[in-house]
C-alpha cells in the first residue's frame, strides 16, 4: 500500500489536470492528445493497489471470507483493466521516454500481469489455491512496480541522467526488483509462514 502511494498520488493529479483542473505535472503529450486510456489506467491502479494488498491479509481471509471471494472479482476487473490499458498506451503512445527496450519491458510486464490474473482465476476455478496465492503475487507485484520505479527511476535518472538507456533500465529494474521479490515470497517455506501465523501473540489467527 505504501509503496504505491506515490504513483496514486501522482496519477490522482494528472486526473485532476484532465478534468480541467490547475497544471500541476510535467506535461505529458501523449497523454494531452489521447487522456481516455491514461484516466482508465489511474482509476483501475487506484483501486487495484490498496484493494488488492488486503487480498493478501490471511487474517481478513479468516474474517472475512466473503470479502475476499467479491473484492477478488472486482480486482480482477480492475487489475485487468490497469494492465490491458497499460498494453493500450504501450503500443499506441508514441515517443515514450525510454526508446525500444523500455517498450519491450512494458509489452512483456503488461501481457505478464494479465496473463497471471488470468491464471489466478483459473487455478481458483479449479481449487488450487497454492496456484492461485501463486498467479495473484505475480500480478500484484508487476503493478505495484509502479512504486518501486519511483526510487529506481529516482535514483537512475539521478546518477546517470535522463538518456534512453538510463530511462529503460531504471524502470524495468522496478519490474526486475518486485518479480524477484515475488518469487522469492512464492518460494518461501510453508511452515515459515504458518508458524509466523500460528504465534501466540496473535490469538486472532489461532482461531
Ligand atoms: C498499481 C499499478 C500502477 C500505477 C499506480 C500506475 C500509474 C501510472 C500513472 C500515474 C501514469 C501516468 C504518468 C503521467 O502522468 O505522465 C501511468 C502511465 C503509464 N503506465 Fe502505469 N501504473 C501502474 C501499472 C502499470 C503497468 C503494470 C503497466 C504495464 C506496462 C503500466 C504502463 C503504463 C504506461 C505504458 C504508461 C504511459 C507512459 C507514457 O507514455 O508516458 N502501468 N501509470
Do not use: C, K
Not at 5 to 19: D, F, K, T
Not at 104 to 110: D, F, G, Q, S
Not at 129 to 135: L, P
Request: net charge positive.
Amino acid at each position: 500500500m505504501a509503496l504505491s502511494l506515490v504513483p496514486v498520488i501522482a496519477g490522482s493529479l494528472r486526473v485532476l489536470e484532465i478534468a480541467g483542473g490547475p497544471p500541476i505535472l510535467p506535461a505529458n503529450p501523449r497523454i494531452d492528445a489521447v487522456p481516455a486510456p491514461v484516466v482508465v489506467h489511474i482509476i483501475a491502479a487506484a483501486f487495484y493497489a490498496p484493494f488488492g494488498a488486503l487480498q493478501f491479509s490471511a487474517r481478513l481471509r479468516r474474517r472475512q471470507p466473503h470479502w475476499h471471494r467479491r473484492s477478488g472479482r472486482l480486482l480482477v476487473g480492475a487489475g485487468m483493466l490497469v494492465a490491458s490499458s497499460g498494453l493500450w498506451m504501450t503500443l499506441f503512445y508514441t515517443g515514450a521516454p525510454g526508446g525500444a527496450l523500455l517498450w519491450a519491458v512494458r509489452l512483456l510486464v503488461a501481457t505478464a500481469m494479465a496473463a497471471s490474473i488470468v491464471l489466478g482465476v483459473a487455478a481458483v476455478r479449479r481449487r488450487d489455491i497454492a496456484a492461485h496465492r501463486t498467479w495473484m503475487i505475480r500480478a500484484y507485484a508487476l503493478a505495484v512496480a509502479a512504486g518501486t520505479q519511483v526510487f529506481t527511476q529516482g535514483i537512475g535518472e539521478g546518477l546517470f541522467g535522463t538518456s534512453q538507456l538510463s530511462t529503460a533500465v531504471s524502470v524495468s529494474s522496478g519490474w526486475v526488483i518486485n518479480a524477484a521479490i515475488a518469487e522469492w515470497v512464492i518460494r518461501r517455506p510453508a511452515t515459515r509462514r504458518t508458524r509466523r501465523v500460528r504465534t501466540p501473540s496473535a490469538p486472532v489467527a489461532s482461531r
